[in-house]
């Protein structure tokens, strides 16, 4: 990680649960890191304790509502004002609405597909973007890509599945498309299984109970969000010429 040091990343949905932990090992490495959400106040919190931990890196909050491409292509002209530009994004904001195939509202559906694969799609160009205009040809893209291998037994995340598949479609698309362009860039995807955050409490708002029950049967076995963001530095530090396509990571006692 020693090349990383000094280097801007930018982390989406950078608040809570992966985006937080992914976010505080790239500070510890070195990294200057912009984390986006829509509320900055977990952000600022996570900042501070990185700076009493005398991490050498820093943490810039950034407020960005990812469904808004303007937001977004804001956030990249003030990254390019105040930092020169991205070298890594981490693309790992999403979210998931109890809308199932056969009687979803097409709002959430919408919803979905503006956060999973669009905003994903937009920050990856934006950052590309920003890599070739400044030369950089050892730039990283990685996708936080939960579900994209796996249709769950369960109506209310079908449509969510499906914007994780198209994120496995869009990384190699990403990488194919780096290579073409003679670049050195590499893309990413890093798909975990059962993480115990935030996320099922968020998607079962409705019911906390149903979401308790989603990690109390492997109480003892999920993945942590610090497990995933291991993986991030795991990848980062691969050699240049190293590609790493796509890490795959579940729970020992996870079914499938």
């Known amino acids: 990680m020693e090349r990383w040091k000094g280097r801007v990343a930018l982390v989406t949905g950078a608040s809570v649960g992966i985006g937080a932990a992914v976010a505080r090992a790239l500070v510890?490495?070195?990294?200057?890191?912009?984390?986006?959400?829509?509320n900055v106040d977990k952000i600022e919190k996570l900042a501070a304790e990185c700076q009493s931990a005398g991490y050498s890196g820093t943490l810039i909050p950034y407020?960005?509502?990812?469904?808004?491409e303007e937001e977004i292509l804001s956030m990249f002209s003030a990254i390019k004002t105040l930092h020169k530009g991205v070298d890594v994004c981490i693309n790992n904001a999403g979210l998931a609405h109890n809308e199932p195939l056969l009687s979803g509202r097409t709002e959430g559906w919408r919803n979905m597909i503006d956060v999973?694969?669009?905003?994903?799609?937009?920050?990856?160009?934006?950052?590309?973007?920003s890599m070739k205009e400044r030369n950089v040809d050892d730039g990283h893209i990685i996708n936080i890509n939960m579900g994209g291998h796996r249709v769950v037994p369960s109506a209310d995340e079908h449509f969510y599945c499906a914007t994780k598949?198209?994120?496995?479609?869009?990384?190699?698309?990403?990488?194919?498309?780096?290579?073409?362009?003679?670049?050195?860039?590499?893309?990413?995807c890093i798909s975990p299984g059962i993480v115990e955050t935030e996320f099922a409490f968020r998607h079962h708002n409705s019911d906390p109970e149903k979401a308790a029950s989603v990690y109390e049967s492997m109480k003892l076995?999920?993945?942590?969000?610090?497990?995933?963001?291991?993986?991030?530095?795991?990848?980062?530090?691969a050699p240049p010429h190293v590609q790493i396509g796509d890490v795959q990571m579940r729970p020992v006692e996870q079914v499938s």
């Open 116 to 129: 999973n694969v669009l905003a994903l799609s937009i920050c990856t160009r934006e950052a590309y973007k």
């Open 28 to 38: 510890q490495q070195g990294m200057r890191v912009v984390g986006c959400a829509r």
């Open 63 to 68: 407020k960005c509502d990812l469904s808004n």
């Open 165 to 188: 598949y198209a994120v496995t479609a869009l990384t190699e698309g990403i990488r194919q498309e780096l290579r073409e362009a003679n670049t050195h860039i590499r893309a990413t």
């Open 221 to 237: 076995q999920c993945l942590k969000a610090e497990d995933i963001a291991s993986a991030v530095t795991f990848v980062l530090s």
